[in-house]
């Protein structure tokens, strides 16, 4: 069976800081991977996403992830965080034969502070 | 502008009160399905559709049913509601084809009491 596994529930973070959102996934299948923004009251807006080809993979709003295989890791980056980041970010796979049910991790709190 | 529509957004109900969450997109994709999101347990899909009357269950049907009739709607009913159901529901829709972005309704918080 296919999961993923947010590690950090909430990561709090002070403005301008980098962050490290990590994300480890469990798939006897290939997957692809992604990651979803939700920002309070709102529906999940995509982030970014791996399907293939190069492992960095650049998103919105400033966000990059890396696809590590050997790992089973997809971790989301910012190299310098502002307070308008504040939200929920989840990862997410879809696996080949599941048609387009995504799997999500639990989710986790990003809380950025002045 | 493209966007999945959901109604209503909140709503509190009582067990065993029938209810319909009404979803609608305008972007004419085959996919559609719905989620419901609880703390700790990220979103899970409760069921989802391929197509006109083509519908199949998620990973948590249980309490719910669906109807695909049209292309653009997607209702998701509760025919008894029960205190478990209360959650924050999300409706996305997908054109054909694998890893295409799924696009998210604005959700529905739902209570039962």
């Known amino acids: 069976a296919q999961s993923v596994t947010q590690l950090d529930s909430q990561v709090p973070v002070f403005e301008e800081a980098p962050v490290e959102l990590r994300c480890n996934y469990s798939?006897?299948?290939?997957?692809?991977l992604f990651w979803y923004v939700q920002y309070p009251n709102q529906g999940l807006q995509l982030l970014l996403k791996y399907l293939s080809g190069s492992t960095l993979v650049k998103g919105i709003n400033g966000f990059e992830a890396e696809f590590n295989k050997s790992q089973t890791s997809f971790h989301l980056r910012k190299p310098s965080v502002h307070i308008s980041d504040t939200a929920e970010y989840f990862c997410?796979?879809?696996?080949?034969?599941?048609?387009?049910?995504?799997?999500f991790g639990a989710g986790t709190r990003l809380a950025v502070h002045p | 502008e493209a966007q999945v529509t959901q109604n209503p957004r909140y709503l509190i109900t009582v067990t065993g009160k029938k209810l319909t969450v009404t979803c609608s997109q305008n972007?004419?994709?085959?996919?559609m399905s719905w989620y419901r999101q609880d703390p700790g347990l990220g979103l899970r899909q409760i069921y989802y559709s391929m197509n006109v009357e083509v519908t199949d269950k998620g990973d948590v049907p249980e309490g719910y049913k669906v109807s695909r009739k049209e292309k653009r709607n997607f209702p998701l009913i509760l025919e008894s509601p029960s205190p478990n159901q209360t959650s924050l529901y999300f409706c996305a829709s997908t054109s054909g084809g694998i890893a295409n972005e799924q696009f998210f309704g604005p959700g529905t918080r739902l209570t039962v009491l």
């Open positions: 997410a796979l879809l696996f080949s034969g599941g048609y387009n049910k995504l799997i």
């Open positions: 798939s006897s299948v290939s997957v692809y």
């Open positions: 972007m004419n994709h085959e996919y």
